[in-house]
């Protein structure tokens, strides 16, 4: 998990003078080290939990860029949907992983409208319309969907009350804690640095961690959450080499299949060859 990133540098204070209290404290049974690599106590809630199968709230009510309030449901029209919860005044992790995502989306050759939607969630209530307006069109320079409608058509920036919020964050298992500011507001989200992908029917499939999405890994983590209803042969060829590891939430070539796989080709080649090895010859007509 990404959360140290998602700190603000008061946070970051706050985190170093209590480390700066643990040296005064030093005993053997407490060793420094161990206590400078403890995950400080407000960030005991923040973090990922995976709920494969669960359906989102398609009944939460939110506003997308264009001041459009409806149902999620009417966000998903029958492709596969990748998601990211982040908060548009965010000035550290939530760029990096919109801009992880939207440079791992251009690298790909399925495209948004045709193959597949993005919705990005704010999870800061006090976030607007206006605010997901400048998000957008940045996500859509980065990601090479400006001068394209239809792509740019499939990608939503929703914002919400902290009711729809709460469902949706909920459902897709996705935990923040607010942390204070520069100022000491406590207008900040310490989070997991996460993109997740929903089924056609709103039902949560795969989780990407990190801020880097590689194109290979978003392709077949779109290709799992459609059921393999936008891919071809050669893609389940290469979703059959893959497996999905949903501790680390990244994909990783599998080398028992890769040489299952090789074994049953040479296998075949071997019965093709003794077939044409032992048939007799057919006799020559004088």
């Known amino acids: 998990m990404h959360w140290f990133r998602g700190l603000t540098p008061v946070v970051l204070l706050v985190a ?52 459009h309030i409806g149902a999620v449901q009417g966000w998903f029209d029958g492709k596969p949907v990748v ?24 690298q790909m050759t399925l495209m948004p409208g045709k193959d597949y939607d993005v919705l990005v969630f704010s999870i800061d209530p006090t976030d607007t319309p206006a605010d997901a307006v400048s998000q957008k069109q940045q996500f859509l320079q980065e990601a090479g969907f400006a001068g ?12 919400g009350d902290a009711v729809a919020i709460a469902a949706v964050s909920s459902a897709a298992g996705f935990h923040y804690v607010r942390v204070p500011g520069p100022d000491g507001k406590m207008d900040q989200f310490a ?23 590689p194109a290979r890994d978003l392709r077949m983590a779109l290709l799992d959450a459609s059921e393999k209803k936008i891919s071809n042969p050669v893609d389940l060829l290469i979703l059959y080499c893959c497996s999905y590891n949903p501790v680390a939430g990244r994909y990783s070539v599998s080398i028992l299949r890769i040489l299952g796989l090789a074994g049953m080709v040479s296998m075949v080649v071997v019965v093709g060859m003794l077939v044409l090895l032992t ?6 007509m004088v």
């Open 83 to 106: 998601m990211a919860l982040v908060y548009y005044k965010c000035a550290m992790l939530c760029p990096q992983v919109l801009h992880g995502l939207a440079t791992g989306l251009k």
């Open 279 to 284: 048939r007799k010859p057919k006799p020559r």
């Open 191 to 213: 989070h997991s640095s996460v993109i997740m992908f929903a089924t056609p029917d709103g039902k949560m499939s795969k989780y990407l961690s990190g801020i880097d999405y």
């Open 16 to 67: 170093l003078g209590a480390g700066s209290g643990w040296a005064q404290g030093y005993s053997a049974e407490k060793p420094i080290g161990l206590a400078a690599q403890q995950k400080p106590d407000y960030l005991a809630h923040a973090g990922i939990e995976q709920r494969l199968g669960q359906t989102l709230p398609m009944t939460a009510t939110f506003t997308d860029e264009t001041g």
């Open 148 to 159: 394209n409608g239809e792509a740019a058509g499939a990608v939503h920036f929703l914002t």
